[in-house]
């Protein structure tokens, strides 16, 4: 089965094509601009190679409800030249075949829940922190949604009493994104985070607002897995550091095999930075099986 896959992103749109095994035969990266001139240049990728189905992860929010009248829209974006815009409705007027859709963190779940890591596990949580915060969330065969999907990056987080940075999101000023992502590393550091390695009060900080969110999902979700991705994730020393207040603000009051060994709990993503096109090509797959 030729299958493709976009993972639409805020600054580029990758484009791929691959198989039902998750294997990757090609992508390509293209600039995110508008819809008039991005979307056309993605359709004919796809078009020429004559993918049978087509997996969306895209940023968002979207609707991701196909009961809904905006079903397959991205909707109030802070891109705005793709706030309410039709995508799915677009590719698959100009290829003719079933389109999956659903959020980008979700993509990266269900790549790790179908060819990573998370395979055979019931209840797994992928979270993103880079540019901004997502989460992806896996329970018992399905991807998360409800009225829209899981905004988990905007959970509230109690500020540590020495930290008086305001935060980067407009919404909410204790958010997790606007407290840990990218941006807000940077308007509080003055540097990025790639620069600041070495500088532990830096990491502590990020960990301490990190393991918070975390010790949030698992007593609201009961997750077997927690795997954390995104470029700031790419700073590796942060992983004990969050295990290690995760413990402490779960204070024992979980006992599981899973909370007994941290390292293999919370975890990095496995497939290579791939785990989300690799989940948009399975975002195809369902697509081809469930809409023909």
């Given at each position: 089965?030729?299958?493709?896959?976009?993972e639409a992103g805020g600054t580029k749109m990758v484009c791929a094509v691959g198989n039902e095994k998750g294997e990757i035969f090609e992508q390509i990266s293209i600039p995110t601009r508008t819809?008039?001139?991005?979307?056309?240049?993605?359709?004919?990728?796809?078009?020429?190679?004559?993918?049978?189905?087509?997996?969306?992860?895209?940023?968002?929010?979207?609707?991701?409800?196909?009961?809904?009248?905006?079903?397959?829209?991205?909707?109030?974006?802070?891109?705005?030249?793709?706030?309410?815009?039709?995508?799915?409705?677009?590719?698959?007027?100009?290829?003719?075949?079933?389109?999956?859709?659903?959020?980008?963190?979700?993509?990266?779940?269900?790549?790790?829940?179908?060819?990573?890591?998370?395979?055979?596990?019931?209840?797994?949580?992928?979270?993103?922190?880079?540019?901004?915060?997502?989460?992806?969330?896996?329970?018992?065969?399905?991807?998360?949604?409800?009225?829209?999907?899981?905004?988990?990056?905007?959970?509230?987080?109690?500020?540590?009493?020495?930290?008086?940075?305001?935060?980067?999101?407009?919404?909410?000023?204790?958010?997790?994104?606007?407290?840990?992502a990218g941006p807000a590393i940077k308007a509080r550091w003055g540097q990025d985070a790639v620069a600041l390695k070495d500088r532990q009060e830096v990491w502590d900080l990020e960990a301490y607002?990190?393991?918070?969110?975390?010790?949030?999902?698992?007593?609201?979700?009961?997750?077997?897995?927690?795997?954390?991705?995104?470029?700031?994730?790419?700073?590796?020393?942060?992983?004990?550091?969050?295990?290690?207040?995760?413990?402490?603000?779960?204070?024992?009051?979980?006992?599981?095999?899973?909370?007994?060994?941290?390292?293999?709990?919370?975890?990095?993503?496995?497939?290579?930075?791939?785990?989300?096109?690799?989940?948009?090509?399975?975002?195809?797959?369902r697509a081809k099986e469930e809409l023909g």
């Amino acid at each position: 089965m030729i299958l493709g896959a976009l993972e639409a992103g805020g600054t580029k749109m990758v484009c791929a094509v691959g198989n039902e095994k998750g294997e990757i035969f090609e992508q390509i990266s293209i600039p995110t601009r508008t819809p008039e001139t991005t979307v056309p240049e993605m359709i004919s990728y796809f078009k020429e190679k004559k993918v049978e189905a087509l997996g969306i992860g895209c940023f968002g929010p979207i609707d991701p409800d196909r009961n809904s009248k905006t079903y397959g829209y991205i909707t109030s974006t802070p891109k705005l030249a793709w706030a309410d815009y039709n995508i799915v409705g677009a590719f698959e007027e100009a290829l003719g075949c079933p389109v999956g859709f659903d959020t980008d963190v979700n993509g990266s779940v269900l790549g790790e829940v179908t060819f990573g890591q998370a395979k055979g596990k019931s209840c797994v949580i992928y979270i993103t922190i880079g540019t901004g915060v997502g989460a992806g969330i896996y329970i018992e065969g399905k991807l998360l949604h409800g009225m829209l999907h899981p905004e988990a990056g905007h959970v509230l987080i109690q500020k540590r009493s020495s930290d008086t940075f305001e935060g980067t999101c407009p919404y909410h000023r204790n958010c997790l994104e606007g407290l840990a992502a990218g941006p807000a590393i940077k308007a509080r550091w003055g540097q990025d985070a790639v620069a600041l390695k070495d500088r532990q009060e830096v990491w502590d900080l990020e960990a301490y607002y990190i393991a918070q969110a975390l010790t949030g999902y698992i007593l609201t979700l009961s997750p077997e897995l927690i795997i954390l991705g995104g470029g700031v994730m790419h700073q590796l020393q942060l992983f004990p550091m969050i295990r290690g207040y995760v413990t402490e603000m779960l204070n024992g009051y979980l006992k599981t095999e899973e909370l007994s060994d941290m390292d293999c709990y919370i975890v990095p993503a496995s497939l290579n930075d791939n785990q989300g096109i690799m989940g948009c090509l399975e975002l195809g797959r369902r697509a081809k099986e469930e809409l023909g």
